[in-house]
């Protein structure tokens, strides 16, 4: 059986826990930005569900942050080092679908996503407002990535070390349109600033593609699965109280 | 032979016979080109695992739990992990009875050829008979496997799969319903496995399936709260083998019914163990979910370690312990 394996090529530290990896695989199966990768550690029953940054046809980048076990094992492996992956999992952005000038807003470790999605939108002509909240300037990462693609950046942190004071919720009033990745609470707080708009929601998954139900949601068309279905929504279809 | 397996179960299983492997079985009259099937609630309806590889390379395929209403089940987080395994919570969700006949079955049968067994839950006695009557009239179904064993319902479940009269009750009422084969899927959590065995073979099973999930917990340190949204989930995984295997080698000895052996299998060796505790067919079950290859895998392998064995023919092992 040919299973999908991915070789690392570069493995390390952008800001206090948050990591960039590299990696390459024959066949990188992401077709949007948004999707996320099933990365197999070692030691760890369960795969980590991991959103892709950047990605092309043989080659993809994922940052993520150390928040347990498994991601401390993922930190400390070296580029040559091979892991198990399904790549291409879940449903991306509708890039199509974005108006031109709609807001990106993404907080934390859901920033990195939001790379790939401006790049795909600046492909296709479109500008964009992006807003990004940080808890502190030490946890800046991708700040320079995104400066060389957008000329509109807001940038928040909760202890006002740099940039505006506040979080993304503060930036603007109202939207027409946004994207966003981030905390369920955050989200949930952008969701009545926001007409319509696609939102990248996270959960506590068992596969990864699907099968086990693990990650299942409410939503005004039935239940649906983060892993598959999402991770990216229209937002007007969450059932937000539910979440 | 290595091209073979790409495409098809029985020109496989032909194949690997004549070079003196024979895993074919048959399980009441249903003829299986392998032993294995992936295990139910593991595999949804087979639609997500088809974009990985050919569902026809398996021994059967166990669909998803129905039920005769459409249920979202318990609220998440659902899953939690642990040393050699995982814990789940999932609650029966599926899309209901006539959803699962018009759509899920159609659907699996485009893509797959081989037989497909229906397991099927419910909440009282009148409710598995009157699911497993429905459900007879689809000629694409070939098996039950009757989950009287659900630890994440808070009625019905484990609970009818722990008291023998009422699993003898169940069993009768969905013998009534069809002349097909009929499986009993059995909780673990119970004091004599054999017991409830036994029952359902009394009340006209034609085999056993076992084991499902242990009742289990997992507790967050920092929330002082059990990390599924239930206090108590699933546990399932290679930490649960030995114990089913036990507990099949004592169903084994207690019965004369064939057994599906299922908990915590992820190779060939694993088949082979389960096989010699007394199991006529397996399930994978969450090996599923963590690489989605598995089974082919094991499928590809089983001839092989066959021989190595030394084993022609599985027959020859079951239940030598």
Known sequence: MDREVSRIIENRQLAGGIYKMTLETKECKFSRPGQFAMIGVEGKFLRRPISVCEYDSDRYTIIYKVVGEGTDILSRMLPGEKVNSITGCGNGYDVDAIPDGAYLVAGGIGIPPMLGLMKALVMQGKNANLVLGFNSKNDFFLIEEFRNICGNIDILTADGSNGRKGFVTDAFAHADYACACGPTGMLKALDSKVSRGQFSLEARMGCGFGACMGCSINTLEGPMRVCKEGPVFDKEIIEWQKL | ?321
């Open chain 2, 1 to 321: 032979m290595a091209e073979t397996i790409k495409t098809n179960a029985p020109a496989w299983a032909e194949a690997s016979a004549m070079a003196g492997a024979d895993m074919r079985v048959n399980l009441c009259g249903i003829e299986l080109a392998n032993p294995v099937m992936p295990a139910s609630g593991t595999f949804g309806y087979g639609m997500e695992y088809r974009e990985l590889y050919d569902l026809n390379l398996l021994g059967a395929i166990v669909t998803k739990s129905v039920t005769l209403e459409p249920r979202y089940g318990n609220e998440l987080p659902r899953i939690a992990e642990c040393t050699s395994g995982m814990l789940n919570s999932i609650g029966l969700q599926n899309p209901g009875i006539e959803h699962y006949m018009s759509e899920d079955i159609p659907m699996l049968r485009k893509h797959y050829h081989g037989p497909i067994v229906s397991n099927v839950s419910e909440f009282s006695v009148e409710g598995y008979a009157e699911a497993v009557g429905k459900l007879n009239s689809l000629d694409d179904i070939s098996m039950f496997e009757i989950n009287i064993s659900c630890p994440n319902v808070h009625h019905g479940g484990s609970s009818f799969g722990a008291d023998p009269a009422l699993a003898e009750e169940i069993t009768r009422a969905c013998r009534k319903s069809t002349d097909k084969p009929l499986f009993m899927k059995l909780t673990p959590n119970v004091t004599s496995i054999s017991e409830i065995a036994k029952a359902c073979e009394a009340g006209g099973a034609d085999g056993i399936s076992l084991i499902n999930n242990f009742k289990a917990m997992r507790i967050d340190l920092k929330t002082r709260k059990t990390i599924t949204s239930e206090k108590y989930a699933g546990l399932s995984g290679p930490a649960i083998r030995p114990i089913a295997m036990r507990m099949v080698n004592e169903v084994y000895h207690a019965v004369k019914l064939p057994i599906i052996g299922i908990g915590g299998i992820q190779t060939a060796d694993d088949v082979l163990e389960m096989i010699m505790a007394g199991a006529s067919a397996i399930e994978v079950g969450s090996a599923n979910l963590i690489d989605p290859w598995v089974c082919p895998q094991i499928i590809e392998d089983l001839p092989k370690r066959m021989v190595e064995l030394g084993i022609t023919n599985l027959n020859e092992i079951r239940g030598v312990v």
